[in-house]
């Protein structure tokens, strides 16, 4: 069989459940490590392993920016790969024991100096994230090698994020839970049989998407120079729009979640309501499961708009609700339904602005296109978003383990509510210049389909 005639047969087939599972563990693995990270590492390195808070907020800046950068180069070598498994199938298995190690080594705690702790911290948190975008880009850029189909794409887009939902609900909500079983009261202990725990799940999940995941359209896979991955972004606008657009939604989540176990121990007296909260997060799901239904009805654009501000209004109100725990879970399910809808649709999207710089420019640069969309966007926002909180709590004058002052419990306050707000409006205003080109994608589907059904 030819492999265009394979690709054309591929665009008309639904994928087998268990495939779409495979793909979905992806992200179940990633997010596993990776929200614990997210989650957790401001409060670990402030209140675990002793940094100040200004030391911790500069490390997860430089880290992030320095490990952003290295998004576009995964992306050259996934479009340099060639392998019997295809272009992206293979890192799977490569990287998930460097991300499972570098994971492990955050939180081993090792009794060092003050100046060593920043350093190993540094470090240890800067490899991980050059292995977690090891992983993160094959698991975007393979999608438009999943299935030519657009509708299939949405499925496996949905069940991605919904497995990605799973991984962070398991470290979310039962994180802190581990480690206090394992550790016994020794917090230090906790965190690292917690991590090697979570590391092994991991890896194994990662093992699993390896051996069951399918590329096909290897007739484009074809290697590119540097300059030719570049070249697939020329003019293609939509891909900027939505690179900007991710961006600010990772500042407003990162910024939601790196400070709400500060909220709930300082401003509510109730540390393990963030665990509450973070399970909570599961709602994401709802908005996950709309989403293939609201495609039918609505333009794609307006869909991711329409969860940004949703994730917007739920944390404006989170400061309206005051110390009430229950309103507080309420609210925090609105934002979360909006959050769901809005880390979904630009993965999903990013296909066809692949599909797009093929079209427009005649360069099928998958890895680099979706490296920056997505690796470098959850990096360069998670790495700001986390940043912020950090130097607007020092300023305030935060510090760890004692009764705040005033000034910090109101620092903490605006940025798990009104901080998050911001970056979700500011990206839902950008997103509204995506809308005229969601109007040419059939036409770009279907030049495709002609131009790949003329050559060989």
Known sequence: MTHKLADAMSSNEKLPF???LAYASTDTAGNLLYTTVTTFILYYYTDIFGLSVAAAGTILLAAR?????????????IDHTHTKWGQSRPYFLWMAFPFAIFFVLMFWTPDLSHTAKFWWALITYLLFGISYTGVGTPISSILPNLSNSSEERIKLNSTRMIGGNIGYFITASFALSLVAFFGGGNDILGWRITAIVLAIVGFALLLFAFSDTREINTASQKSLPIIDSIKAAKSNWPWFILVIVFVFYWLGNASRTSVLVYYTQYNLGSKGFASVLNGLVMMQIVGMLLIPFLVKKFKKSYILIFGMCLAAI???LVSAVGSSLPALAVVWCIASIGTGISVSMPFAMLSDTVDYGEWKNGIRASGFLTAIGSSF?????????????SMILNNAGYKAGVTQTATSLSAIKFCVSYLPAIFFLIGAAIM???IRFESKEDVVKSDLLARRGETN
């Open 314 to 316: 739920g944390q404006l």
């Open 377 to 389: 966007a959850i990096k360069i926002g998670s790495g700001l978003g986390g940043w912020a909180p």
């Open 65 to 77: 920016v320095l490990d952003a950068f290295d998004a576009p180069v995964w992306g050259f070598i």
């Open 18 to 20: 268990h495939r779409m």
């Open 432 to 434: 509204i210049l995506y």
